[in-house]
């Protein structure tokens, strides 16, 4: 038998991941999302060459705020593009073939990297901007600006997540208000350090919270996973991610407490 | 012998109260086979069973000599399917050529540069080079359906399985379609479910005649077609003896049915045969019930 064109060599998420990170950062919610730290980046770095920006946690927060907003879009995004098959009708096509759910799910999870490379070059680009007029962010802005970059990576895979467990295109749009309008203002100030796109204040405590940001977008990429793979394939990364989660999150209510422990209650 | 690429026995679908398919046994081998029959039939539940994504609810089924209920099996016969649904979906913003790409990954094809090869050679062969750049959504019916049919010649399948190709298609497209089909390399196995008897003639050395969830059945068009010797007639005016007649472009009209003694015979064709049969089946049903 002759052997068939176009071989399979190594595994296809790369392959996946490549095209649907190309469709997510040309998808036009997400151009209207990169729209927003551009914005606020243009706004920062027009006041750091007219020497009147004094500090990035006083000036530059409207480039980081930009970056939740393009964070925001991914997830709409991402969740279209996880609803494509529903909406297309290609759901039978699809399932002809050989690869299966999980590892379409795996490469839709593995793009999100794509906007938040795009996140982070944008605020790269800032940070560059403003060391070349000597205002370098301190160590503790640094993180809370990685902190931000890796909330765009959360938010794209909570899009996903809530394609696969909530498959309407609504859910998102109401999640993204959600995010945007409700979560601070409604959480006790004792629980704000456990909100992803908060900043917390000292540097160890930075580092917790975005080791817990990693945690929680682990728990979602799982919690995605979840509705197609085998439980028991999952259920290292699970209790990994969790005890990350849940390590990271004691850490941060402890020392972000009034009274040790009892914001917990 | 030569071992079936799709091999079904006793095969049952039901979709609650309605049996769609009823102890269907069959195997069919390389060349173009022709599925044919009425709407409701079953052809496109035999379809989908032989594609992989319905499960039957009773008998046994092996495809490829591999076994579906397997799910490593199962991803060894999907790598060598191809298929074409009879209401193929699109992804209206991407081009033609990123939709075809797109179903390569999921077949697997994960080096970029043989996947893209492979992406041209088939867009190539269903016409559809020139406009490979174009957006989905600004292609007309029949290049659609033509992409649906190029995804489905990704990797050569083995088998190829074309539910209601050309449906939709205007008839130099259907005629191209033929081409295509005819000129099919390594010889696959396809199965081409339609109710286009003139798809049938000029393909399949094999026609499966469906109706009501069984095969009624089963040969080439020629002995389908000769089951109506002695049953189809010519006359100048309407014969209400027939089960079905027509007036045709010469203003004679064509009957089917039990002839009259005086009737001017002629040679049926798979058409009068099919009317015969799913008529009968129709008939045989009113009369049970």
Known sequence: MSTAPGRTRGSVVPALSRTEGWKLVSHPIFLVGVAMPLLGSAVFVGSIINGSAVSWEEDGWMAAVGVLMLGIMTMVATNNAALRDRRSHTAEQHASLPVRPPIRTSGLLAATLWPTCVAALLLASVVVIGALQDLTPSGIELIHLIGF??????????????AAWAPSPFVAPVVAWFVLFVTPGETPAAWHSLIPWETVGETDLAVWHLVYVFGLTAVVAVIALAKTARARSLLVPALISVAIVVTAGVVLLDRTCPVGGVCLL | MQQATIDLTGVEKRFGAVRALDGVTIGIGPGVTGLLGPNGAGKTTMMRIAATVLAPDGGTLRLLDRDPTDADDRVEIRRRLGYLPQEPGFYQRFTAFEFVDYVAILKEMSDRRSRHEEVR???EIAGLA??????VKALSGGMRRRLAFAQALLRDPELLLLDEPTAGLDPEQRLRFRELV????????????????????ALCERVIVVAEGVIRFDGSPETLAATASGRVWLAESADPRATLSWRMGDGRHRHIGDPPVDAEMTTPTIDDAYLLMVGSVRGDREAAA
Do not use: F
């Open chain 2, 130 to 135: 020139d406009v490979s750049n174009r957006k």
């Open chain 2, 121 to 123: 050679r088939v867009l």
């Open chain 2, 182 to 201: 005819s000129n099919l390399p390594n010889h696959p196995t396809v199965v081409l479910s339609t109710h286009i008897t003139e798809d049938i003639t």
């Open chain 1, 149 to 162: 970059v890796v909330s765009v990576l959360l938010l794209g895979a909570i899009g996903i997540a809530l």
